[in-house]
C-alpha cells in the first residue's frame, strides 16, 4: 500500500471538498481524490439491511463517497440495464448471477489490480483536524481468488484470466422435509440414499378416491411448476457421471444412442420424470399442480429440493412448519457432487467511478465483512476459510457439506433460454411416444436436440 504525505486540512475545508468546491494546497491528485463520488448500486437477491451497514461504514470512511443502493427484480435487471446504458446514466455497481455472467460480459469491466481511493480521518478528536491520504488498494489477484474462495468461484468469476466480480455468499442445493409429514408417513428417519428416498415418497404420498395427488412426497418430474428444475435435473445427470460441459462445448448428449440405456443423460432423466407418471411406484407431481415452493409451504409436500435462499422464504410462509433440512443425497459418496447458484458483484464498463466501485466491492468482500454477511442471512460462505465454523451450524451444515465439490456447469449466454430447453424436454418426455418409435428413442432425440438447442445459446 503506498500512502501519499497526508495534508491535514480544517472541517470547514473538509466541507468546501466534499461539496465539489477547490482548495489551494492541495495536489491535483488530492484535489480529485476527494471530489464528490455517486455510486449507483443495483442488486437482486442481496439483503438490503446488510448492504446499508456496509454502505454507512463506507461512507463514514470516504465521506466524499455517497452510494445509492437499489433493488430491482432479477427479470427487470436485463431491460432497466440495457435502458441506462442507452441513455448514458448506467449503475456503477450490480449484482449478477454467475451464469448470466457472459451473456453480461461486454457491459462489465474486469477487475484491475489495484484502485486508488481517498481516506478522510480525524486526527484529533480534540483539534478535529482531519486528515485526506491517497491509498492504492490492491484487489485479489485470480490466484487470490483461487486460493481463497471455493472452487466454483474461480470457475465462474474469472474468465481469460480476469476477475469479473466477487461474491458475498455462496449456495448449494439441499433436500427440506417437513418432519411431522414424514412421522405421519410412517418414515422414523430421514433417508440416507436414494432409495430410501423413493420409499420415504411413496409413503409420504396421498391420493384422493379420484386418484387426485393431494398430499406429493416431493414435486420433481416435471418443469413448468418445479422453479429448480434445471438444476435438479442437472445434479441427477452430474451424479450419473455425465459430463455436461466443457468450455463452450454442451456434451450431455455426448455418445447417446438408443440403444446405450445406461448412458449418465438417460438414466439422469428418466429417474426425474419417473415421479411425474402414473404408471410409477413413486408417482407423486404432475403438470397440473401448483408450484412447487407453494405446495411445500402449505404443508402439501414432504420433500423439496432447494437452496439456503429459499429458508426464509419457506420459514416466512409456513412459521409453523416443523422444518427440517438434510445434505443432498449422493449417488457416489465417494465422489459427491453439487450445483452452485449464487451472484457476483461487479462494476459496469461504463462507471466514470470505478476505482470507487470496485473498492466498495473489495470492502464487502473482506473475510470480516462476508462472515457478517453470511451469519445475518443464514447462507453458505464462499470463502474456504470460513466452511469449518459453519459446519458447526445446524442450518448451514447441509449446504456446505458438499460445498467444495459444487459447480455451475451453464457458461453460456442465455440461461433463460436453457432453462426452458429442459423444461421443454421433461414435458414432451412425460408425453405418449406414439407408434413409431420407443420411449427409449423419444428421449434419446429428446436429449439430443436438447444439447444441440443449448449449444445454441452458448
Not at 5 to 13: A, D, E, G, N, V
Not at 86 to 95: E, N, Q
Not at 132 to 153: L, W
Not at 258 to 270: E, T
Amino acid at each position: 500500500m503506498t500512502r501519499n504525505k497526508p495534508l491535514i486540512i480544517s472541517t470547514t475545508i473538509l466541507l468546501l471538498l466534499t461539496l465539489g468546491f477547490g482548495c489551494k494546497g492541495l495536489s491535483a491528485e488530492q484535489a480529485a481524490a476527494v471530489k464528490p463520488v455517486k455510486l449507483n448500486y443495483w442488486t437482486v437477491y442481496n439483503d438490503l439491511d446488510e448492504l446499508e451497514t456496509f454502505k454507512k461504514e463506507y461512507e463514514a470512511k470516504r465521506p466524499y463517497v455517497k452510494i445509492n443502493i437499489r433493488k430491482v427484480r432479477g427479470e427487470e435487471l436485463e431491460q432497466l440495464l440495457l435502458r441506462a446504458l442507452a441513455d448514458d446514466v448506467p449503475p456503477d455497481i450490480i449484482s449478477i448471477s454467475t451464469r448470466d455472467l457472459r451473456r453480461y460480459i461486454s457491459w462489465l469491466a474486469p477487475m484491475p489490480a489495484s484502485v486508488k481511493v481517498a481516506n478522510v480521518y480525524i486526527k484529533s478528536q480534540y483539534t478535529k483536524e482531519q486528515v485526506v491520504t491517497i491509498e492504492e488498494n490492491k484487489m485479489p489477484s485470480a490466484s487470490a481468488v483461487k486460493s481463497s474462495f471455493v472452487n466454483a468461484v474461480y470457475d465462474d468469476a474469472v474468465i481469460e484470466g480476469k476477475v469479473y466480480g466477487l461474491p458475498l455468499a455462496f449456495d448449494t442445493m439441499a433436500l427440506y422435509y417437513n418432519k411431522e409429514l414424514l412421522d405421519k408417513s410412517g418414515v422414523a428417519e430421514p433417508p440416507k440414499n436414494w432409495d430410501e428416498f423413493m420409499a420415504a415418497v411413496k409413503a409420504g404420498t396421498r391420493f384422493n378416491e379420484k386418484g387426485d395427488i393431494v398430499q406429493s412426497g416431493v414435486a420433481l418430474g416435471t418443469g413448468n411448476n418445479i422453479d429448480r428444475a434445471f438444476d435438479v435435473l442437472s445434479l441427477f445427470m452430474l451424479q450419473s457421471g455425465a459430463k455436461m460441459a466443457s468450455g463452450n462445448s454442451v456434451n450431455f448428449a455426448n455418445g447417446l444412442t438408443p440403444g446405450k440405456m445406461n448412458h449418465p443423460a438417460l438414466v439422469a432423466l428418466r429417474f426425474y420424470t419417473d415421479f411425474a407418471r402414473p404408471t410409477k411406484e413413486v408417482y407423486s407431481w404432475n403438470e397440473t399442480m401448483k408450484d412447487a415452493l407453494e405446495n411445500f409451504a402449505s404443508g402439501k409436500s414432504v420433500f423439496y429440493f432447494g437452496f439456503a435462499y429459499d429458508y426464509p422464504l419457506i420459514k416466512a410462509r409456513a412459521p409453523q412448519m416443523d422444518l427440517e433440512i438434510m445434505p443432498i443425497l449422493q449417488l457416489n459418496e465417494a465422489a459427491p457432487v453439487n450445483v452452485a447458484n449464487y451472484w457476483l458483484e461487479t462494476v459496469i464498463k461504463k462507471s466514470k467511478n470505478q476505482d470507487e466501485a470496485w473498492d466498495f466491492i473489495r470492502s464487502m468482500t473482506t473475510p470480516d465483512n462476508i462472515k457478517k454477511y453470511t451469519d445475518a442471512t443464514k447462507r453458505p460462505t464462499p470463502l474456504r476459510s470460513q466452511i469449518k465454523d459453519q459446519e458447526a451450524d445446524e442450518m448451514l451444515k447441509p449446504f456446505v457439506g458438499t460445498i467444495l465439490q459444487a459447480e455451475s456447469w451453464y457458461k453460456g449466454k442465455n440461461e433463460s433460454a436453457a432453462k426452458k430447453v429442459f423444461i421443454d424436454m421433461l414435458h414432451n418426455s412425460l408425453q405418449p411416444s406414439g407408434s413409431n418409435k420407443s420411449e427409449n428413442q423419444k428421449d434419446v432425440q429428446l436429449l439430443t436436440n436438447a444439447a444441440k438447442l443449448i449449444q445454441q445459446t452458448m
